[in-house]
């Protein structure tokens, strides 16, 4: 199966920062990843997929990058609502995989 | 608007079946050219891909659960279905029910992300 690797684990930082997450997939992916966003007892909520494509009613603040093995995710200016833990999906290859998640916490 | 709802049993003893349904509503899993999946979630393991199904019962299993997981539809009630045989505390987690999309306007995936989920339902394995 396919490991990913998110970093950091988590960052603190303040409201109107530029945050950019890592991904880095064990084997070439092409550009199957996707990000999501989870706040505490509820379900994760698709952000990114296609590496670089934004969801459907995401603010334009996300965005991602990367193929291959490496991705990124960045938040251009954080909000107050953006504090939460973000995970990368792998779906090039079955069985899907996601990486381990970043918890973004205010500074 | 679509909307996913997990339910079953809350507790479940040692070396029994945990079973699960999910309830879709705004769409129709007979009709829709999407998988449906399952993925269930630890504090120590993190999110894991459990299976996906298609309505024609074609189903798709991550080989860590492969021996223990069953994946079902019933069209009739438009719902779809975890059965996961023989567990243990390790099983004990907030398990979600998904649609799965695996083409953009630019590429198809054999794989899929999940765009819509259900809330999550909490099991827990205790005797």
């Known amino acids: 199966a396919i490991q990913l690797t998110q970093s950091p684990s988590s960052l603190s930082a303040s409201v109107g920062d530029r945050v950019t997450i890592t991904c880095r997939a064990s084997q070439g992916i092409n550009s199957g990843l996707g990000w999501y966003q989870q706040k505490s007892g509820k379900a994760p909520k698709l952000l990114i997929y296609d590496a670089s494509s934004l969801e459907s009613g995401v603010p334009s603040r996300f965005s991602g990058s990367g193929s291959g093995t490496e991705f990124t995710l960045t938040i251009s200016s954080l909000q107050p609502e953006d504090f939460a833990t973000y995970y990368c999906q792998q779906f090039n290859t079955l069985p899907l995989t996601f990486g381990g998640g970043t918890t973004v916490e205010i500074k | 608007q679509l909307q996913l709802q997990e339910s079953g049993p809350g507790l479940v003893k040692p070396s029994e079946t945990l079973s699960l349904t999910c309830t879709v509503s705004?769409?129709?899993?007979?009709?829709?050219?999407?998988?449906w999946g399952w993925i269930r979630q630890t504090p120590g393991k993190g999110l894991e891909w459990i299976g996906n199904i298609y309505f024609s019962d074609t189903t798709e299993y991550n080989p860590s659960f492969e021996s223990r997981a069953t994946i079902s539809v019933d069209s009739s009630k438009n719902q779809f279905s975890l059965k996961i045989h023989s567990v243990t505390a390790a099983d004990t987690a907030r398990y979600f029910c998904?649609?799965?999309?695996?083409?953009?306007?630019?590429?198809?995936?054999?794989?899929?992300?999940?765009?819509?989920w259900g809330q999550g339902f909490l099991v827990s394995v205790s005797a």
């Open positions: 998904a649609r799965r999309e695996d083409c953009s306007s630019a590429n198809c995936y054999i794989g899929g992300w999940f765009g819509s």
């Open positions: 705004g769409d129709s899993i007979s009709r829709s050219s999407h998988y």
